[in-house]
Structure formats: structure tokens, C-alpha cells
């Protein structure tokens, strides 16, 4: 069975910083996995990938900002950290494991 969660969203003002969380069940352990967020009335788009257990790439939107990483020790486990928050920001946030597996996603909210 696949499971995939995301937690850690919430409220920020525009210049704070959050950190998300994804777990995935075990079968996914091998698995690379990506960030993405969709906001109201557009796209789900990418904005950060783990390749393996250490390398990471990002989207032009938010690099610089966040930071992608992953527990290497069981690889199940991965974070985002956002700093210096825009209301752009504002979007729902998802993990993705293995091209497919998705999570439910995670509210963050950028607002003063």
C-alpha cells in the first residue's frame, strides 16, 4: 500500500519562513520525489525535486528561497524549507514520490 502525507502548512507573513514535511510508506523508499504547489485558478505547477537521497534542483520562482532535502538514512521522510515568504507563495503545496504517488497537500497562506 502507498501512502503519501504532507504536513506543516499554515499562516506567514510575508517575509517569514515554514517548513513542510512529506512521508511516504516504506515501498517508496527508492523512489526521487518533487515539490510542487497549485494556487487558486492556475496550474499545479513543479517547483523542486530530490534526485536520489541529496540532489536538488529548483524552479526559478523559488530558488534561492527554498531548500529541498530528504532523510538519507531512510529516504521516506523529506522537507521543505521556505524562507522569505511572499503572498505569491500562496498555494497549496504537494509532495510527489515516483513520478505518480501523490500526497493530499498542504495549505500555506502568505498573508500580512
Known amino acids: 500500500q502507498v501512502q503519501v502525507m504532507e504536513s506543516g502548512g499554515g499562516f506567514v507573513q510575508p517575509g517569514g519562513s515554514l517548513q513542510l514535511s512529506c512521508v511516504g510508506s516504506e515501498n517508496l523508499r527508492t523512489c526521487d520525489m518533487a515539490w510542487y504547489r497549485q494556487a487558486p485558478g492556475k496550474q499545479r505547477e513543479w517547483i523542486a525535486g530530490?534526485?536520489?537521497?541529496?540532489?536538488?534542483?529548483y524552479a526559478d520562482s523559488v530558488r534561492g528561497r527554498f531548500t529541498a532535502s530528504r532523510d538519507k538514512a531512510v529516504n521516506t521522510t523529506a522537507w521543505l524549507q521556505m524562507s522569505g515568504l511572499e503572498i505569491g507563495d500562496t498555494a497549496a503545496y504537494y509532495c510527489?514520490?515516483?513520478?505518480?504517488?501523490w500526497g493530499q497537500g498542504t495549505q500555506v497562506t502568505v498573508s500580512s
Open positions: 530530490i534526485i536520489g537521497s541529496d540532489r536538488t534542483i
Open positions: 510527489r514520490f515516483c513520478g505518480r504517488y
